[in-house]
């Protein structure tokens, strides 16, 4: 079974940085693209970056240069490096696995992990 | 703002049929059948329930369709449900190479 477990989410200051991880199951991540999306609290779903299976990635404007995606391959997980973060990143993270056969369509999520940026 | 738009919300009784509305530009749903319709409960992720554009994923119940007019993509779900009462979101690919969402729809059975 296709498996997505999300962790490294918490509490940081402004300024700070986060590493997030997604460990996979059921699949290999370099064989699909796969994305972050997150939800700040109350509000819609807002995509993140997204890393395609030869390894380019591309990032939302409100993330560029602050988000980085990448994956390893020995322990078939995806990870989403946050610096600079601001009280607007403050929102639950997901990892998403894109769907075989179509582009940019999630079919299986993870559970979130909830990052609070606050000093 | 977000990038697509929705109703905010839309309700039906038991048994009823509903359809959720999703416009965009151009630039998106009017050019691109990689629509997507996600169903989330709360304080669950979300669920793919319809892919490009009119597809359901293995295991979804027929009572769920989309479909797309010009700038436009709409979700139909018939014979309400009880379990359907959820917010709804949709995707799209949009030509600059990102995803944009609607700002979701919440569905209330009455």
């Known amino acids: 079974d296709v498996q997505l477990v999300e962790s490294g989410g918490?509490?940081?200051?402004?300024?700070?940085?986060?590493?997030?991880?997604?460990?996979?199951?059921?699949?290999?991540?370099?064989?699909?693209y796969m994305t972050w999306v997150r939800q700040?609290?109350?509000?819609?779903?807002?995509?993140v970056s997204l890393i395609y299976s030869g390894g380019n990635t591309r990032d939302a404007d409100s993330v560029k240069g602050r988000f980085t995606i990448s994956?390893?391959?020995?322990?078939?997980?995806?990870?989403?490096?946050?610096?600079?973060?601001?009280?607007?990143?403050?929102?639950?993270?997901?990892?998403?696995?894109?769907?075989?056969g179509s582009n940019w369509q999630l079919d299986?999520?993870?559970?979130?992990?909830?990052?609070?940026?606050s000093s | 703002?977000?990038?697509?738009?929705?109703?905010?919300?839309?309700?039906?009784?038991?048994?009823?049929?509903?359809?959720?509305?999703?416009?965009?530009?151009?630039?998106?749903?009017?050019?691109?059948?990689?629509?997507?319709?996600?169903q989330q409960h709360p304080g669950k992720a979300p669920k793919l329930m319809i892919y490009d554009v009119t597809n359901r994923?293995?295991?979804?119940?027929?009572?769920?369709?989309?479909?797309?007019s010009g700038n436009t993509a709409s979700l139909t779900i018939s014979g309400l449900q009880a379990e359907d009462e959820a917010d709804y979101y949709c995707s799209s690919f949009r030509n600059n190479y990102s995803l944009v969402f609607g700002g979701g729809t919440k569905l209330t059975v009455l």
């Open chain 1, 10 to 32: 918490g509490l940081v200051q402004p300024g700070g940085s986060l590493r997030l991880s997604c460990a996979a199951s059921g699949f290999t991540v370099s064989n699909i």
């Open chain 1, 40 to 47: 700040a609290p109350g509000k819609g779903l807002e995509w």
């Open chain 1, 71 to 100: 994956r390893d391959t020995s322990k078939n997980a995806v990870f989403l490096q946050m610096n600079n973060l601001n009280t607007e990143d403050t929102a639950v993270y997901y990892c998403a696995r894109g769907k075989s």
């Open chain 1, 108 to 117: 299986y999520w993870g559970q979130g992990t909830p990052v609070t940026v």
């Open chain 2, 1 to 38: 703002q977000s990038a697509l738009t929705q109703p905010a919300s839309v309700s039906g009784s038991p048994g009823q049929s509903i359809t959720i509305s999703c416009t965009g530009t151009s630039s998106d749903i009017g050019t691109y059948d990689y629509v997507s319709w996600y």
């Open chain 2, 57 to 68: 994923p293995s295991g979804i119940s027929n009572r769920f369709s989309g479909s797309k």
